[in-house]
């Protein structure tokens, strides 16, 4: 079952825009990761954000996190092509083990 | 070495063939991970295993058999599939089965079953 829920499902923008994509979820959080697919291969940690953290930083990558409403927010700036990828937000399960629960996704086109 | 290698890229069997999935990580991870991913769909999890015990198994049917003869390799054993099982398979490996450890994923297997 999905935890989190993403939008917009697809998104697509010039070379050097930002590009924003929400998550939202529905159960209490340690944390909240973020990963990156490119083209149906395997993914790619991006940024993990704590929940007692509001906003991370990573190169070009902002993320923040809202517990009271639950939801975060990936925000890439300057967007690059090689930026083209779908993009998942992920969160623990309970019982102390690692199981991510994916969210549905936002494919993000960039074009030069 | 920071990679998850699976074998192979490509899969295409039979619902009648016996065929295995290997995954291996060389990073010291303690914790190892199959997901299954259909077109346009986000992961779901399969298993999970921990100090190669499986701790997770996310009711998938007993034609898909996980195993783990090492720290570094897991295994899923396909027999008797379905077509709707077609999908990429993808492991993962962290360095403990805690929520606060990111995920290393490997390629996929994508899987066709005929």
């Known amino acids: 079952s999905q935890q989190g829920e993403e939008d917009p499902q697809a998104l697509s923008i010039q070379e050097g825009e930002n590009a924003t994509m929400n998550c939202s979820y529905k159960?209490?959080?340690?944390?909240l990761q973020w990963y990156r697919q490119n083209s149906g291969r395997g993914l790619v940690h991006l940024i993990l954000?704590?929940?007692?953290?509001r906003e991370k930083h990573s190169g070009r990558l902002r993320v923040t996190l809202d517990t009271s409403k639950k939801s975060s927010s990936l925000l890439i700036t300057a967007s690059r092509a090689a930026d083209t990828a779908s993009y998942f937000c992920a969160t623990g399960g309970s019982g102390g083990y690692n199981k991510l629960i994916f969210g549905a996704g936002t494919r993000l086109a960039v074009h030069p | 070495d920071t990679e998850v290698t699976q074998t192979p890229k490509h899969l295409v069997m039979g619902m009648t063939n016996k065929k295995s999935l290997k995954c291996e990580q060389h990073?010291?991870?303690?914790?190892m991970y199959w997901y299954k991913q259909k077109a346009k769909k986000p992961p779901e999890l399969m298993f999970v295993?921990?100090?190669?015990?499986?701790?997770i198994n996310e009711s998938v049917p007993s034609r898909f058999s996980p195993e783990c003869p090492n720290s570094s390799l897991l295994n899923l054993h396909l027999h008797a599939l379905q077509p709707e099982d077609s999908a990429l398979y993808l492991c993962?490996?962290?360095?403990?089965?805690?929520?606060?450890?990111?995920?290393?994923f490997g390629p996929g297997t994508r899987l066709t079953v005929t």
């Open positions: 159960t209490s959080i340690n944390n």
């Open positions: 954000i704590r929940s007692n953290e």
């Open positions: 295993y921990s100090y190669e015990k499986l701790s």
């Open positions: 990073m010291g991870h303690r914790a």
């Open positions: 993962a490996s962290s360095h403990g089965a805690s929520e606060s450890y990111e995920q290393y």
